[in-house]
């Protein structure tokens, strides 16, 4: 999900657009990852730590809460993300799924998940954390008005029939009577991707003795969502206590002296609130901002700076053309020799040098390098070739009339390129594009527009638009059932939306993703997935709904003095706790 | 004067009843859904989206949605944010004072900077002190605030790094360290003054010129007062009535036009805060913004007419 950057007051707009993020494909907020070791983390592991200073992230939007359950932003999931651990985590450059606050075992037929709470895990008024305390944050999913998160749940058997008010309690989930640390799960049905929905950070443990008396059989959903706690959180269970939260300004975190893995080293975490991205950029330079991330237009100039240090990972997301191949109006998008010669027609790796200097990875499938998923087997590459482009396109009718523009049974070949109005990046990918198949024959024009309308016709289904650009984030498991599945193709006829804007379905590949999310064998491990997923790129590599465009690099930048910094695709603050500033 | 002021009131009211109106189609025209917006990449269902668009209201039909709303403001509620999830009005409480601030502070620079510059100029009119107030207030007018607070920043913030780049905090202060908040002001406090100071410099060097042509002016030279005592007690008062004018329009141009500084500094102001709700869509935050900035306005008017009264005996306010 690329941060979409509105036209003209383009600042503000910047402000608001971490709020309307991104596009997130299996959208599980990335769960805190991180190895057991730490010391992989720092060169300097040997050396001692020093206590004090404090750590100042840039951020381009304010944050809008501190309640797990109603996180729906960037921002509020990074200050949330420090405020209350999660079950499990990722590790940060591989997604593997590790304990954190717990570890757990899958019974054999893959439907029970038994949890234990580390003993030592603590909230920071010294009472311990139990398996009440997770059971109070899927009772506040459950209960919840506002929340977007109630799909997270929806395979634990009975969450549904409590949140419609037909049960009082939620009868999959039972806590150890001998062991308040130990709870299960029962699932409906084998499903995969679950664990990181139940166990991320949407599912992370709340202080029952705070959110309980919200959440009793008589209260009112909006006792829950109204309640002060959320945007002032006392009781929390991450490395960072809250402090204060001056609006549109800063959020001031304090180190938590009783959090569980160990006091963090630092005194105080501070989220600030800039302008835009420049005002990051620079704050880097001159040591006011600790850490944070830079375009690639000013990689150079970065690395000239001798305080600070460049760490580069792949984002775990990608930028693609997407094609309508259900278009009225551009007929030859439903035709897939069409589709490929659009893939050959354009010189990918030329668009990754202009618009991203060199600083991202072709794609040509959904799944992106870093990730297990990513396909083995070899693809495809749609290397440019002009020529194959334009036989391709011969080769499924479409002839050069005396304007020189492609025809096929009198109808012209028209391409709109849309994308949203005020980020740099898209809108020179859809004027290069659109150039480069002008040369095919193609009459194509880019069209930048206001996020918020793009949004809603995607979802919706409207077709008036023909090929769209947009990036994708990813979600910590590899399942693309959200954005590839033929039930998540929008139908503006019976009201039904959702991510399949393309239209395309293929049932072999519905099965591939079906038998990756829940497998009739109940075998999710990553070597059984990764067959279907296998299957999966295939076909999307040899039918190209998308033109899959490219997944680039994060720059994140931080200052020399800041140790034992170490992010990854899967997560940056995984080890907050054991960062330390040398002075 | 009571009487006055409850007309003004009253008359008050059909113009914010169809400012309600206008602003309540526009933003419910304008592209976009607000839920689709927000949930837009989570993984929330078709029905959950629905679940959200009947909680907030947005399934009725619009004329029933617009008498909902406006019942509930004539109760003081102004609905809740669909982000942040906290009652509007309350959330502007939290940055209205800083918009204030950064208003009036640009007000009093206005007054003390323009003014002045405009009285020196018709004093010295000709010389080449006139020349270049008149130049600098052309440029004050044409220069854009946008690019001009750019450009500070680079210069005093990123080169010099004598002020902050923006906020209104330095991290590590105390919010209530009065010079921290002095220098996080001062750059916006100028830009933002800038086109208050370029119009009032331009309207007091005309009006002084016109006030000293009086026969009264002449009168009093010729009674061999001293020109201090001209200038000030007989001139300069009736030179400053088309300053109460400009007024009441700057207090409103300082609080709209506070939305490209507060943008350009990062000020946490409402200015900026009703932008972020528009570009989210978030209905509640911007109709309740545009009512109480249209209320300060209406009242803001009202205060300068009454002044205006004041100052000037010839006009009264029947």
Not at chain 1, 76 to 96: A, H, N, V
Not at chain 1, 162 to 184: L, M, Q, R, V, Y
Not at chain 1, 415 to 439: C, F, H, M, P
């Amino acid at each position: 999900m690329s941060h979409p950057r509105t036209g003209r007051a383009l600042i503000a707009a910047l402000a608001a657009s971490t709020l309307v993020a991104t596009a997130c494909a299996g959208g599980t907020p990335s769960a805190s990852s991180g190895p057991g070791a730490s010391a992989s983390a720092s060169a300097a592991a040997s050396e001692k730590p020093q206590q004090g200073g404090r750590i100042i992230e840039g951020t381009i939007s304010d944050i809008a809460t501190m309640q797990p359950v109603l996180v729906n932003d960037t921002a509020s999931g990074r200050i949330t993300g420090l405020l209350y651990d999660t079950l499990i985590q990722q590790d940060p450059k591989s997604g593997e799924v590790k304990p954190r606050m717990a570890s757990y075992t899958t019974s054999q037929d893959g439907l029970t998940y038994t949890f234990t709470i580390n003993d030592k895990a603590n909230w920071s008024d010294g009472k311990p954390i139990t398996g009440q305390d997770w059971l109070t944050a899927v009772t506040a999913v459950a209960k919840s008005a506002k929340t977007v998160r109630k799909s997270n749940f929806q395979d634990v058997q009975g969450f549904n029939d409590f949140k419609d008010g037909k049960a009082t309690t939620i009868s999959g989930i039972s806590i150890d009577s001998s062991n308040p640390k130990k709870f299960s799960v029962k699932m409906t049905k084998v499903s995969c991707p679950a664990i990181l929905d139940l166990a991320g950070a949407v599912g992370s443990p709340l202080p029952t003795q705070v959110f309980g008396k919200y959440l009793t059989a008589t209260s009112k959903p909006e006792d829950f969502d109204n309640a002060p706690e959320n945007t002032n959180p006392q009781v929390v269970s991450g490395p960072f206590l809250f402090k204060e939260w001056r609006k549109s300004d800063q959020v001031i975190l304090g180190k938590n002296d009783k959090y569980w893995q160990g006091a963090p080293n630092v005194d105080e975490y501070v989220y600030k609130v800039v302008a835009n991205q420049t005002a990051i950029t620079n704050g880097l330079k001159t040591g006011e901002l600790t850490f944070g991330s830079i375009q690639a237009k000013d990689l150079a100039d970065m690395q000239t700076v001798d305080s600070v240090k460049i760490t580069k990972y792949q984002n775990l997301g990608y930028t693609f053309i997407g094609w309508n191949t259900l278009s009225p109006t551009a007929v030859g998008l439903a035709d897939k020799r069409v589709r490929q010669a659009l893939a050959y027609g354009i010189d990918m790796d030329a668009v990754i040098k202009a618009v991203v200097f060199g600083e991202a990875t072709k794609q040509v499938a959904h799944h992106v390098p870093v990730q297990w998923a990513y396909p083995s087997t070899p693809l495809e590459q749609y290397k440019y070739d002009k020529a194959k482009a334009e036989q391709l396109l011969k080769d499924a009718g479409w002839v050069k009339g005396s304007d020189g523009i492609l025809a096929k049974d009198g109808k012209k070949f028209n391409l709109t390129i849309s994308t949203n109005s005020g980020n740099t990046e898209r809108e020179t990918l859809a004027q290069v594009a659109a150039d480069q198949y002008k040369q095919l024959g193609i009459n194509a024009v880019a069209k930048p527009e206001a996020f918020q309308g793009l949004v809603t016709k995607l979802t919706t289904g409207d077709q008036t638009l023909e090929a769209t650009i947009i990036g994708w984030s990813l979600g910590g498991d590899p399942d693309p059932y959200q954005i590839w599945h033929s039930s998540q193709i929008p139908n503006p006829a019976k009201n039904v939306t959702g991510f399949g804007f393309t239209g395309f379905k293929d049932a072999a590949m519905d099965k591939a993703i079906e038998d990756g999310r829940n497998p009739a064998n109940g075998d999710c491990s990553t070597a059984a997935r990764k067959k279907s997923y296998e299957t999966f790129n295939k076909i999307l590599n040899e039918n190209q709904p998308y033109n899959f465009g490219y997944a680039n690099n994060v720059l994140a930048v931080s200052q020399k003095s800041l140790q034992s910094f170490a992010p990854g695709s899967f997560s940056t603050t995984y080890n907050v706790y054991e960062w330390w500033i040398k002075k | 004067m009571r009487t006055f002021i409850l007309r003004r009131l009253i008359y008050a009211i059909p113009t914010l009843v169809g400012i309600s109106i206008i602003t309540f189609v526009i933003v419910r025209l304008a592209p976009g859904d607000p839920i689709r917006l927000f949930t837009f990449g989570s993984r929330a269902t078709s029905e959950d989206i629905e679940a959200l668009r009947h909680l907030y209201g947005l399934d009725k039909p619009l004329p029933l949605q617009y008498v909902d709303w406006l019942m509930n403001i004539l109760r003081l509620d102004f609905g809740q944010s669909f982000i942040y999830h906290q009652p509007a009005a309350a959330l502007f409480l939290d940055y209205v004072w800083n918009t204030l601030q950064l208003a009036l502070v640009a007000l009093a620079l206005q007054l003390l900077i323009g003014v002045p510059l405009g009285v020196i100029a018709a004093l010295k009119r000709g010389t080449w002190i006139d020349s270049v107030i008149r130049v600098l207030s052309v440029a004050g007018h044409a220069v854009p605030t946008f690019w001009l607070g750019l450009v500070l920043i680079i210069f005093f913030a990123v080169q010099l790094r004598w002020l902050p780049t923006g906020g209104i905090t330095t991290v590590g202060k105390d919010q209530w360290d009065i010079l921290d908040r002095l220098r996080h002001m001062l750059l916006p406090a100028i830009v933002l003054s800038l086109t208050g100071i370029a119009l009032y410099s331009r309207i007091l060097r005309t009006e002084t010129l016109d006030v000293l042509g009086q026969d009264y002016v002449r009168t009093a030279h010729a009674k061999g007062l001293r020109e201090r005592t001209v200038m000030f007690v007989h001139a300069l008062r009736n030179a400053l009535i088309p300053v109460v004018t400009a007024l009441g329009g700057i207090l409103a141009g300082l609080v709209g036009g506070a939305l490209v500084v507060e943008t350009v500094f990062s000020w946490p102001g409402l200015g900026r805060f009703t932008f972020a709700a528009a570009i989210a869509k978030d209905y509640p935050v911007i109709q309740a913004g545009v009512m109480i900035s249209s209320l300060l306005l209406v009242i803001s008017y009202i205060i300068r007419d009454i002044v205006y009264a004041v100052v000037d005996p010839r006009i009264s306010v029947r």
